[in-house]
């Protein structure tokens, strides 16, 4: 697949071609949505361990635009676009109860996956914030796109913040661009390498730290998370918490840090200290919680700390068990969010204790969710755990005992939440549970289900990835970072 | 177009765009048409032009723009703007790359010709198109359509039905 901009055309093209015919075709946007995110995943597995630079208009870096397509990009493509088509999949019978107006909702759902692909691939500065900019407004939309009260907050708030880390982001590339007079990433790291890293440069690393950071939902820049993830339709959520705070947060965050600026003992001492602190703190504010979507969102929040963690351990290890962990938290969240929507859809409530005895009604919700469960619990044999098992030994191994412990305790944590959730939602009942409310509740339409079930059986055998551990299959992302930026001059300048 | 109705503003405000609206028209169409040689673009130009359509909305009153130019079609020329931008950059990956100016390369470019600059051109009408239609839509959503809830589904109107509905309720 060396033609990468058809990671941008396709999903573009349809996006504004379901606004022009679903009037008169209304199977169009269901069917044109799904089919495409499944070929644009079919294509991001082609992209496996394969090394390519396409050049926009033919005009070579650091002249024109460049896509840069690595172990790195192509591990994000492939997340970005299998939650997209199961995001799809879920939302066929889900919006049609819940919301209205599929046409614009498919047309934005593809803009943000089109803007997600953009960010991943691109190698240029200003063409990842237009692409940035594409995902965020999209999403911005979606978030809000119940249009109730709190729907409308919630976008309104998850805007304002993201506009403020744009802002730092749109600073930060204005400062370098100045400095160096180029936009190119691997030209940028040239220059630095010739001038040297001064103030001007670290000031930009700060600026982008706080921008992407935000993006990226770590404590302390994590409070648009909760309202967002809880307004937005579950299959937004999923996509937000699986392809959106991953693919133009920890994504870019860690292409700048490894390949751009360099990794050094301060930047990973501030990675290793925000991951703590994201991990602890969103945790604990998750035990508290007692609406579903809320409660998974400050879950999102603390693995995402899991994350920053092992990329900022620095080793092959650490980068190894931060990338794992970031697959399989893209899976078991998924699956999370689609189970909360499941359960919004059959009891048009997501109030932990208002619900109750799921288990027997929704057998598949309840076992998908269980897997789910163990996976991001850190359970073995499910993904979770391994990831999590690897971050522990690379703490360990790079003299960070501390570190380790607090993964640890992080996970009992998790553990605890999401036994609060299997008692009060499946299995028990809550304290305003009324028996009435479940009588009639059946299990989810076939389409919902067939989502659920993948990701739980990507979520049961996701621990295999972890076979051959630096040198397996995620060999290609841990040598893409731990390469560094010579690495990434090397794959763009070919030198 | 109809606009010696009673809806809109005064008199002065109504005979002053009826002057004017020609002109910055034809201005949104000189910045688009003279952007590849200048410093314009289809942007400022589709900017211009979207602005004239809201200046006749608001002199005129909404019911006259909407009847003649209403959302649908402004969302179906700004889709089609964009989907026509993005097959022109898809026929670039046929002479060598995604948004390749194969025009260019078909007829070679020369001082004081009509597509001296191979695909730009065009590429700033579509773009024109694209904005102007665009902001033009940005704008009667938020003038002139409310959401109201109706048996507990959610929809866009427009604000007579929602002066009849608030009434009705």
Same mark, same amino acid.
């Given at each position: 697949?060396?033609?990468?901009?058809?990671?941008?055309?396709?999903?573009? #093209?349809?996006?504004?071609?379901?606004?022009?015919?679903?009037?008169?075709?209304?199977?169009?946007?269901?069917?044109?949505?799904?089919?495409?995110?499944?070929?644009?995943?079919?294509?991001?597995?082609?992209?496996?361990?394969?090394?390519?630079?396409?050049?926009?208009?033919?005009?070579?870096?650091?002249? @024109?635009?460049?896509?840069?397509?690595?172990?790195?990009?192509?591990?994000?493509?492939?997340?970005?676009?299998?939650?997209?088509?199961? #995001?799809?999949?879920?939302?066929?019978?889900?919006? %049609?109860?819940i919301?209205?107006?599929?046409?614009?909702?498919?047309?934005?759902?593809?803009?943000?996956?089109t803007?997600?692909? @953009?960010?991943?691939?691109?190698?240029?500065?200003?063409?990842?914030?237009?692409?940035? /900019?594409?995902?965020?407004?999209?999403?911005?939309?979606?978030?809000?796109? @119940?249009?109730?009260?709190?729907?409308?907050?919630?976008?309104?708030k998850?805007?304002?913040?993201?506009?403020?880390?744009?802002?730092? $982001?749109?600073?930060?590339? #204005?400062?370098?661009?100045?400095?160096?007079?180029?936009?190119?990433?691997a030209?940028?790291?040239?220059?630095?390498?010739?001038?040297?890293?001064?103030?001007?440069?670290?000031?930009?690393?700060?600026?982008?730290?706080?921008g992407?950071?935000?993006?990226?939902?770590?404590?302390?820049?994590?409070?648009?998370?909760?309202?967002a993830?809880?307004?937005?339709? #579950?299959?937004?959520?999923?996509?937000?918490?699986?392809?959106?705070?991953?693919?133009? @947060?920890?994504?870019?965050?860690?292409?700048?840090?490894?390949?751009?600026?360099?990794?050094?003992?301060?930047?990973?001492?501030?990675?290793?200290?925000f991951?703590?602190?994201?991990?602890?703190?969103g945790?604990?504010?998750?035990?508290?919680?007692?609406?579903f979507?809320?409660?998974?969102?400050?879950?999102?929040?603390?693995?995402?700390?899991?994350?920053?963690?092992?990329?900022?351990?620095?080793?092959?290890?650490g980068?190894?068990g931060?990338v794992?962990?970031?697959?399989?938290?893209s899976?078991?969240?998924?699956?999370?969010?689609?189970?909360?929507?499941?359960? /919004?859809? %059959?009891?048009?409530?997501?109030?932990?204790?208002?619900?109750?005895?799921?288990s /027997?009604?929704?057998?598949?919700?309840?076992?998908?969710?269980?897997?789910?469960?163990?996976?991001?619990?850190?359970?073995?044999?499910?993904?979770?755990?391994?990831?999590?098992?690897?971050?522990?030994?690379?703490?360990?191994q790079?003299?960070?005992?501390?570190?380790?412990?607090?993964?640890?305790?992080g996970?009992?944590?998790?553990?605890?939440?999401?036994?609060?959730?299997?008692?009060?939602?499946?299995?028990?009942?809550?304290? %305003?549970?009324? /028996?009435?409310?479940v009588?009639?509740?059946?299990e989810?339409?076939?389409?919902m289900?067939?989502?659920?079930?993948?990701?739980?059986?990507?979520?049961?055998?996701?621990?295999?990835?972890? $076979?051959?551990?630096?040198?397996?299959?995620?060999?290609?992302?841990?040598?893409?970072?731990?390469?560094?930026?010579?690495?990434?001059i090397? %794959?763009v300048?070919?030198? | 177009?109809?606009?010696?109705?009673r809806?809109?503003?005064?008199?002065?405000?109504?005979?002053?765009?009826?002057?004017?609206?020609?002109?910055?028209?034809?201005?949104?169409?000189?910045?688009?048409?003279?952007?590849?040689?200048?410093?314009?673009?289809?942007?400022?130009?589709?900017?211009?032009?979207?602005?004239?359509?809201?200046?006749?909305?608001?002199? =005129?009153?909404?019911?006259?723009?909407?009847?003649?130019?209403?959302?649908?079609?402004?969302?179906?020329?700004?889709?089609s703007?964009?989907?026509?931008?993005?097959?022109?950059?898809?026929?670039?990956?046929?002479?060598?790359?995604?948004?390749?100016? =194969?025009?260019?390369?078909?007829?070679?470019?020369?001082?004081?010709?009509? =597509?001296?600059?191979?695909?730009?051109?065009?590429?700033?009408?579509?773009?024109?198109?694209?904005?102007?239609?665009?902001?033009?839509?940005?704008?009667?959503?938020?003038?002139?359509?409310?959401?109201?809830?109706?048996?507990?589904?959610?929809r866009?109107?427009?604000t007579?039905?929602?002066?009849?509905?608030?009434?009705?309720?």
């Amino acid at each position: 697949m060396d033609n990468l901009s058809l990671f941008i055309a396709i999903p573009a #093209a349809v996006a504004f071609l379901i606004p022009i015919v679903s009037h008169r075709l209304k199977w169009f946007p269901d069917v044109s949505s799904s089919v495409i995110t499944f070929i644009l995943f079919l294509f991001s597995l082609e992209t496996l361990n394969h090394q390519c630079i396409y050049q926009m208009g033919g005009w070579p870096a650091p002249i @024109g635009i460049i896509f840069v397509l690595d172990g790195f990009s192509s591990m994000m493509l492939i997340i970005v676009n299998l939650i997209g088509f199961m #995001a799809c999949l879920f939302s066929v019978d889900y919006m %049609e109860k819940i919301y209205t107006s599929k046409l614009r909702y498919y047309s934005l759902l593809l803009l943000v996956i089109t803007g997600m692909n @953009g960010v991943i691939l691109t190698g240029d500065l200003f063409n990842m914030f237009i692409f940035l /900019e594409i995902a965020l407004i999209a999403s911005y939309a979606l978030v809000g796109f @119940g249009c109730g009260s709190k729907d409308l907050e919630a976008s309104f708030k998850y805007l304002v913040i993201n506009m403020i880390a744009t802002y730092f $982001i749109f600073l930060g590339i #204005a400062l370098l661009y100045g400095r160096f007079a180029t936009l190119n990433m691997a030209h940028i790291v040239t220059s630095i390498q010739q001038y040297g890293t001064d103030s001007v440069v670290i000031f930009a690393f700060v600026l982008f730290f706080v921008g992407f950071g935000t993006k990226a939902a770590i404590v302390p820049f994590h409070a648009w998370v909760p309202d967002a993830y809880t307004a937005a339709p #579950a299959p937004v959520s999923a996509l937000l918490a699986g392809g959106i705070i991953k693919s133009l @947060g920890i994504y870019v965050l860690m292409r700048l840090t490894y390949n751009i600026f360099g990794m050094s003992q301060v930047i990973a001492n501030l990675f290793v200290y925000f991951g703590i602190a994201s991990i602890i703190i969103g945790a604990l504010m998750a035990l508290g919680q007692w609406n579903f979507k809320r409660l998974l969102a400050y879950h999102s929040i603390s693995h995402m700390g899991y994350i920053i963690l092992g990329f900022g351990l620095g080793s092959p290890l650490g980068i190894l068990g931060g990338v794992f962990h970031l697959f399989n938290h893209s899976l078991f969240k998924s699956l999370l969010f689609f189970n909360s929507g499941s359960v /919004e859809y %059959e009891t048009g409530n997501l109030n932990l204790r208002k619900l109750g005895r799921l288990s /027997e009604k929704m057998p598949v919700t309840s076992v998908s969710s269980l897997i789910a469960f163990f996976s991001t619990s850190g359970i073995p044999p499910f993904n979770g755990f391994w990831s999590k098992l690897i971050i522990i030994i690379a703490a360990i191994q790079a003299g960070r005992p501390f570190s380790a412990l607090w993964v640890v305790i992080g996970s009992i944590l998790t553990l605890a939440y999401f036994a609060k959730i299997q008692r009060y939602v499946f299995f028990g009942n809550g304290d %305003e549970f009324d /028996e009435s409310q479940v009588k009639d509740i059946k299990e989810v339409p076939s389409l919902m289900r067939v989502s659920l079930i993948i990701l739980a059986v990507l979520c049961t055998i996701g621990g295999l990835l972890a $076979i051959g551990g630096v040198n397996g299959v995620f060999g290609p992302v841990v040598n893409a970072l731990a390469g560094g930026t010579n690495q990434y001059i090397g %794959e763009v300048f070919g030198k | 177009m109809k606009k010696n109705n009673r809806t809109g503003m005064s008199l002065i405000v109504k005979n002053t765009v009826r002057m004017v609206e020609g002109f910055i028209f034809l201005f949104g169409i000189y910045l688009t048409l003279y952007g590849h040689i200048s410093p314009a673009s289809g942007f400022s130009g589709g900017i211009v032009l979207g602005c004239v359509f809201i200046l006749m909305t608001i002199a =005129f009153g909404k019911n006259v723009i909407l009847e003649s130019f209403g959302k649908t079609p402004a969302y179906i020329f700004n889709c089609s703007a964009a989907l026509l931008f993005l097959v022109l950059g898809c026929c670039g990956i046929l002479f060598g790359g995604f948004f390749s100016n =194969f025009l260019e390369k078909i007829f070679p470019s020369a001082n004081f010709r009509l =597509f001296s600059a191979g695909l730009l051109p065009i590429y700033n009408i579509i773009i024109a198109v694209n904005i102007g239609t665009g902001l033009f839509m940005v704008f009667i959503i938020l003038a002139v359509r409310r959401v109201i809830e109706i048996d507990g589904t959610r929809r866009l109107i427009s604000t007579e039905f929602f002066d009849n509905f608030k009434e009705k309720n």
